[in-house]
Each structure stands twice: as structure tokens, then as C-alpha cells.
């Protein structure tokens, strides 16, 4: 009976509530986007714990590859950079991608030094992107491109929803569910 909103979080229960940004969508149009620009053999790189959200993401990866006509190649590693790095550098040991999206910028920023380590060029040999454009992503080098979580702009909606709730002011019809724009900040990792 208590009023919630999930923030960032997407909640596969009509009735919950939720604010956050499209991540199968930004996921598809990112590895659309990627595809156009020539590049076939990309990565989806995601951790081995279950999230709602990384699934949503490794979702429109797919979706976009197998539409290309690609093999999709999803990684799962730990989520965790001191465990990530030894799995970075077995799946570096003798392929890389030429593009690898990965879920979260800490995890990009750590694949990106793994591949350094491995004299991998970013972005000439290999572009990363992140999820979210958090400070890891200016302090990276090169800079992450990142498909943005715009988190002002979701926790203002989540209150605003939360307050409606709270004050049973909902319109009939209204959705539990938005969806805020997101856009993609274009930095150095990629071409």
C-alpha cells in the first residue's frame, strides 16, 4: 500500500512502476548504428549476474545483428574489474571485435585498458562504447563514447510520478511506465 517508483530500473510487472530509458532500443540502435558504419564481427560484453536492464540491452543487440544477418557474440564476465580484466584478457588472447558495447562504463573503461595492455588501438583496431556516461567515461583514454542515462532527468520524473501516487492524483489512463530520451555522447573510443 506504500507508493514506489523504480528508478532506472525496469520491472517486468505491469504494475510496478518505473522511469527510465529505453535500453533494448538504445542497445538496437546502437549495434544499428555500428553495422551502417561497416563493422560486423561486435560484441555485446555483460555480466554473468542476471539484471533486467542488461538483458533489455543484450535483447536489442541481438534483434539488431541477427536482423544484419550477424552472428551475435554476447560476453559475460563477473562484473567486477579485478575479475574482469583475466576474462578480458582470454577473450583478447586471439580475436578482438571491432566493435564491443558494453554495459557499463566501468566495465568499458577496464576493457579498454585491457586491450591497450594487448596493443590493441582504440578506436583505429577496435571501437568500445558504455552504457550510462558516467565520470569514467572523460577520465578514460581515449574518452568512452556512451549511450547516456540522462539520471537528472529520470530521478525528476520518478518524483513526479512518486507524487501522484502519493497524493492519488494519477489521471485514469496514465502510464506507470516512461521512458526517457537518451542520446549518445560521441567521444574518442570509437570512429
Not at 42 to 67: C, F, H, P, Q
Amino acid at each position: 500500500s506504500i507508493p514506489v517508483v523504480l528508478t532506472n530500473i525496469v520491472c517486468g510487472d505491469p504494475d510496478i512502476p518505473y522511469v527510465s530509458i529505453d535500453y533494448y532500443k538504445a542497445a538496437y540502435e546502437m549495434t544499428k548504428e555500428m553495422i551502417k558504419r561497416g563493422n560486423k564481427n561486435i560484441w555485446m560484453i555483460t555480466t554473468v549476474r542476471k539484471y533486467v536492464v542488461n538483458d533489455l540491452k543484450v535483447s536489442g543487440y541481438v534483434k539488431a545483428m541477427e536482423e544484419a544477418g550477424l552472428e551475435p557474440c554476447v560476453k559475460h564476465v563477473p562484473g567486477k574489474t579485478e575479475l574482469n580484466e583475466p576474462a578480458y584478457e582470454e577473450a583478447l588472447k586471439n580475436d578482438h571485435p571491432d566493435v564491443a558495447i558494453v554495459v557499463r562504463d566501468s566495465m568499458a573503461v577496464s576493457f579498454i585498458n585491457v586491450a591497450r595492455l594487448q596493443h590493441i588501438h582504440i578506436p583505429d583496431e577496435m571501437q568500445v562504447i558504455g552504457f550510462q556516461n558516467t565520470r569514467y567515461s572523460e577520465l578514460s583514454r581515449p574518452k568512452l563514447t556512451c549511450i547516456n542515462t540522462p539520471i537528472y532527468e529520470i530521478g525528476e520524473k520518478s518524483m513526479d510520478l512518486l507524487t501522484k501516487l502519493m497524493e492519488q492524483t494519477l489521471e485514469e489512463g496514465e502510464d506507470l511506465h516512461e521512458n526517457i530520451p537518451y542520446e549518445v555522447i560521441w567521444r574518442d573510443s570509437t570512429k
